[in-house]
């Protein structure tokens, strides 16, 4: 009992010294339709969630219920599709239950980093005129020479109308999927997508403060948890794989080839999870050509 007292207190110390803060309840669907859709990215047209920043935990439970369960952590009542993940949020398909019974209610809430970190300016690459707006980290990148958050993912992104300076999220204006002022990509609306003109954006970035101080962001050390000699190398994130940062969402990850220290975009392999913070590296060797095996990689993540 003293030893399980002992965990619980360090666990609120810990959570107290860094600061986070969880967001309030969301719950913008119910399961009359195809089921219940409690995703991140529903949420965020109707307002910044976290501030534009990348939640780092999530909690779910069925409305009105005390009962929670995490990622890592608890059980749901019904089959989920997507299981209260901080950066997708939580799906329960009527079509997956049995009997033909409908899922239940849910609700999520997000936990907000208060990693120590810094704005850059507003920036404005791109207008409209062409394909779209085209406010993304790697056109920044790769085509501008500006080293968003020098190489590193940013943890939060803010997108305005620069007519206006009006949140992203009331102009209206359709997003490519994964470009809605996401924290890590950035903003890109195409008149495709959008089906008119797009309005003219300009984005800012937070770039974690790496280093050793309390509420710094922190690379983990290179983790290596499985070797290609079966069915290849699962260097993955979840319940039988990594929990890198004691069950907060990594803000980043960097993945090579251990022994030579080649990254791994350079190895040449084909990778069936691509080095991402929530999902890490999995290559499968029956994705190689000509009866080759996965090389053994290695993972470290960058923790909040």
Not at 183 to 188: C, I, K, P, S
Not at 275 to 287: F, Y
């Amino acid at each position: 009992m003293k030893t399980a007292l002992f965990v619980v207190c360090c666990i609120l110390a810990v959570e107290s010294i860094q600061g986070h803060t969880w967001s309030a309840w969301y719950d913008r669907d119910n399961p009359s339709g195809t089921g219940d859709w409690e995703t991140l990215s529903s949420q965020k047209k109707l307002g910044y969630v976290c501030g534009g920043c990348k939640p780092i935990a999530a909690e779910c439970r069925v409305k009105g219920s005390a009962s929670v369960f995490t990622r890592w952590t608890g059980s749901a009542p019904d089959t989920l599709a997507v299981r209260c993940l901080p950066t997708a949020g939580v799906v329960c398909k009527n079509t997956d239950q049995p009997g033909g019974a409908l899922c239940s209610d849910y609700e999520i809430r997000y936990l907000c980093p208060s990693t120590a970190s810094t704005w850059t300016q507003f920036k404005d690459r791109d207008n409209p005129s062409g394909t779209g707006d085209w406010e993304n980290v790697s056109a920044f990148r790769n085509r501008d020479g500006d080293n968003i958050c020098n190489g590193i993912r940013p943890m939060c992104t803010q997108c305005r109308d620069t007519s206006n300076l009006n949140a992203y999220y009331t102009t209206g204006d359709a997003f490519n999927t994964g470009y809605d002022c996401n924290w890590e990509n950035g903003l890109v609306c195409t008149t495709e997508v959008n089906t008119e003109v797009c309005k003219d954006y300009d984005v800012r970035f937070k770039c974690p403060n790496i280093g050793t101080c309390t509420s710094c962001a922190r690379w983990t050390s290179w983790k290596n948890r499985d070797y290609p000699s079966a069915t290849g190398d699962w260097e993955h994130v979840g319940a039988s794989g990594h929990n890198p940062c004691s069950s907060k969402e990594p803000i980043d990850i960097q993945c090579r080839v251990r022994g030579t220290n080649q990254n791994w975009s350079d190895a040449g392999q084909e990778l069936k999870t691509k080095c991402t913070p929530s999902e890490g590296l999995v290559c499968l060797n029956a994705d190689q050509t000509s009866g080759q095996s996965c090389l053994n990689y290695e993972v470290r993540f960058l923790c909040p």
